[in-house]
């Protein structure tokens, strides 16, 4: 079987001969205007979700450029200046983890703490993530009607799955409440939550920011190959 060429679609990138500028002004958390708005379209066009591009530099479009400067060998922070800057004007594309992949597929990369979604060949989003801890864990919850007590790994296992059921809105699970959830290796599947921070810090599940948990199900459809790679090494 010949490479699955990759490609990030024609509306998340610029042509070869175009020119961008960006306004290279240090923005942070807070911040507040037409830099803001640049920036935020910029990343939309990139595949990334920044949330809406409103001006106002908020928790969505904060983990959009997480995303951005971790595919671009960029140590994530809340600052947007020279470097990210830089890399928003000749920006580098996500690794294939997969290079005999299916077109449309999902990637989840442990070491980088992003996931990439491939629809027909092309990047079509890129996420800030959160997977799992690596700590085990004991807790007691309230499951069925009883008392029960829960222990694990917390790990997000590296391998190749399928997307497989969903549920729509908050879903209660034993360990706590899962937004949007799409499930690909029995109970750990990609889902929104109210934390994502800058390590893994999950069950093992796959946590993403809310408003890519919001789009996602109408792109990740049943049965679409997930491939889970890398290891997280804290610093």
Request: net charge positive; with cysteine; proline share 7%.
């Amino acid at each position: 079987m010949s490479p699955v060429v990759t490609r990030i679609s024609a509306g998340a990138r610029s042509g070869p001969s175009a020119t961008v500028t960006a306004p290279r002004k240090t923005l942070k958390l807070g911040s507040k205007g037409k830099a803001v708005q640049w920036l935020q379209q910029r990343l939309a066009e990139l595949g990334y979700r920044p949330g809406k591009a409103d001006g106002r530099y908020g928790g969505a479009t904060l983990a959009a450029v997480w995303a951005f400067q971790k595919v671009n060998g960029i140590s994530p922070s809340s600052t947007v200046a020279k470097r990210t800057w830089d890399a928003l004007e000749a920006p580098k594309s996500p690794q294939v983890l997969v290079r005999n992949g299916k077109p449309t597929r999902a990637e989840v990369n442990l070491t980088k703490q992003i996931m990439v979604l491939y629809v027909g060949g092309q990047v079509k989003l890129i996420t800030h993530i959160s997977s799992g801890s690596g700590v085990p864990y004991c807790e007691t919850a309230t499951w069925q009607g009883k008392q029960q007590r829960f222990c694990g790994s917390a790990t997000t296992p590296t391998g190749d799955y399928r997307t497989t059921w969903r549920a729509r809105g908050w879903h209660r699970s034993y360990l706590g409440q899962l937004y949007n959830p799409i499930f690909f290796n029995g109970g750990i599947a990609f889902h929104g939550a109210l934390s994502v921070p800058l390590y893994p810090a999950s069950h093992g599940c796959v946590r993403m920011p809310m408003n890519v948990a919001e789009v996602l199900p109408g792109m990740l459809g049943k049965g679409v190959p997930v491939h889970v790679r890398g290891k997280f090494r804290r610093a």
